[in-house]
């Protein structure tokens, strides 16, 4: 089987959990983008989240391009990483992940609109998002599909019921296809971020 059929077949095989995933980050955004409406000094200053994104910002400036490079593709496989293999505490990691990267990007989203305007904000999000969120989104849904795995493993033990044990063995397999799809997305996100974004950012703000 070619490799684009496996990946294919493992996003139609994952495709609740993915999107359950997306809609836990779309509630994020909203969330986000309604907190800064409401209150832009607190979601901006006052936060803990956007004063640690404020360091990562400043380290991120001062390193060379293959640096940049490098840094945003281990940050983001950190991020899938977690979201998959921390998915194994009931799912919340995931959970936690799609809501907070979710909440981060609405808050973000708010400032730019009110500055820039929206074509600037699509400018600085689309060219590398569109290779970054699938791969975010596939971790997060495998996370989620293990986390509902393990409970439902411990219901079944509890219950005195069979446990899930093929059920594992093809999302181990799986997994394993799926992180090389995410490594091949993130990486591409990563190039076009520090590349091609900041272009697409110049030629909207004119």
């Not at 981060?104 to 730019?112: A, D, K, M, N």
């Not at 305007?117 to 975010?136: D, K, R, T």
């Not at 799926?178 to 996100?189: E, H, M, N, P, Q």
Request: glycine share 10%; charged share 15%; hydrophobic share 55%.
């Amino acid at each position: 089987m070619r490799s684009e059929n496996i990946f294919m077949e493992i996003i139609k095989r994952y495709k609740k959990f993915i999107l359950v995933g997306i809609l836990i980050f779309i509630t994020g955004w909203i969330a986000g983008y309604l907190v800064f409406l409401n209150n832009p000094d607190m979601a901006l200053r006052e936060s803990s989240l956007f004063s640690g994104i404020e360091k990562k910002f400043t380290f991120f400036e001062n390193l060379s391009t293959p640096g940049r490079v490098v840094f945003l593709f281990l940050n983001n496989i950190l991020v899938a990483v977690l979201s998959i293999f921390l998915g194994s505490i009931l799912g919340l990691f995931p959970i936690i992940a799609a809501f907070i990267n979710g909440f981060t990007v609405g808050v973000i989203s708010g400032s730019i609109i009110e500055t820039e305007g929206a074509g600037y904000l699509l400018a600085g999000l689309v060219p590398h998002g569109i290779f970054e969120l699938p791969a975010i989104f596939i971790s997060i849904g495998m996370g989620l599909k293990l986390g509902y795995l393990i409970l439902s493993t411990i219901i079944s033990i509890l219950l005195g019921r069979s446990t899930k044990d093929e059920e594992f063995r093809i999302f181990l397999r799986d997994m394993k296809q799926a992180f090389k799809l995410i490594i091949v997305l993130l990486a591409i996100g990563a190039i076009i971020e520090v590349l091609i974004t900041p272009l697409c950012i110049k030629i909207a703000g004119g």
